[in-house]
């Protein structure tokens, strides 16, 4: 079945460092591949999502690339702050139908200044 | 334009006891998904409702359920609570459309703790 592998947690770095949260992912077919990130005591948030290969999704500074030829979605931004500390969770949706996402464990980003 | 309501917030309860919790999803929007999010198991997909029918079933026990009424509002509702059920339960709804496929807006989620 589906399924989604993101590096364990928790990230720790400095305000303006940079970062990279490693996404791979195994699934049938062409699905779409999704960022989200939770606040604490909040919902998930759409954070950015790329639906085929080679797209890249962007907002708030942070990107993503779909790569089918690693299976992998990994979330990049140049320079972090404070604010983004949050859980950043990988997903991706099936092929078969309906709005159901396969998620990530997620990953605990927290920056320092 | 309203975001996704889900209540109550936090609930406590106990072994044995059943559960009901409610989701509004955004205006417009006629398909609600369920997830539970626990830090064992992280974020598991528990079902999909469109239109008042069920369209996706996660691998959870008989004793999950849920209904989508024509206002397009769901509930799920847990019998027979077990401890192991202590979870936020989040509720998603998704718009209609290419750019809103699989889209998901998330509510603030209901915090259940069974003792």
């Known amino acids: 079945g589906d399924s989604v592998t993101q590096m364990e947690g928790p990230v720790t770095l400095s305000e303006e460092a940079f970062l990279t949260i490693n996404c791979t992912y195994t699934?049938?077919?062409?699905?779409?591949l999704f960022w989200y990130v939770q606040y604490p005591g909040e919902g998930l948030q759409l954070l950015l999502k790329?639906?085929?290969?080679?797209d890249k999704g962007s907002n708030k500074g942070f990107e993503a690339t779909y790569r089918k030829e690693t299976t992998s979605f990994h979330l990049e931004k140049g320079s972090v702050q404070v604010s983004d500390s949050a859980v950043y969770f990988c997903?991706?949706?099936?092929?078969?139908?309906?709005?159901?996402?396969?998620f990530g464990t997620g990953t605990q980003l927290k920056v320092e200044l | 334009k309203a975001g996704v309501t889900q209540t109550p917030r936090y609930l406590i309860k106990t072994r044995g006891q059943q559960v009901t919790l409610s989701c509004s999803p955004i205006?417009?929007?006629?398909?609600v998904s369920w997830y539970q999010q626990t830090p064992g198991q992280g974020l598991q997909f528990l079902f999909e409702?469109?239109?008042?029918?069920?369209?996706n079933k996660g691998n959870f026990p008989g004793r999950f359920s849920g209904r989508q009424f024509s206002n397009s509002r769901s509930e799920m509702n847990v019998s027979t609570l077990e401890l192991g059920d202590s979870a936020l339960y989040l509720c998603?709804?998704?718009?209609?459309?290419?750019?809103?496929?699989?889209?998901?807006?998330f509510g603030a989620g209901s915090r259940l703790t069974v003792l």
């Open positions: 409702y469109f239109s008042e029918t069920q369209r």
């Open positions: 997903a991706l949706s099936g092929t078969g139908g309906g709005n159901k996402l396969t």
């Open positions: 699934a049938t077919g062409y699905p779409s």
């Open positions: 998603a709804s998704t718009g209609q459309g290419r750019a809103g496929a699989n889209v998901l807006t």
């Open positions: 790329a639906t085929k290969a080679d």
């Open positions: 205006s417009g929007h006629r398909s």
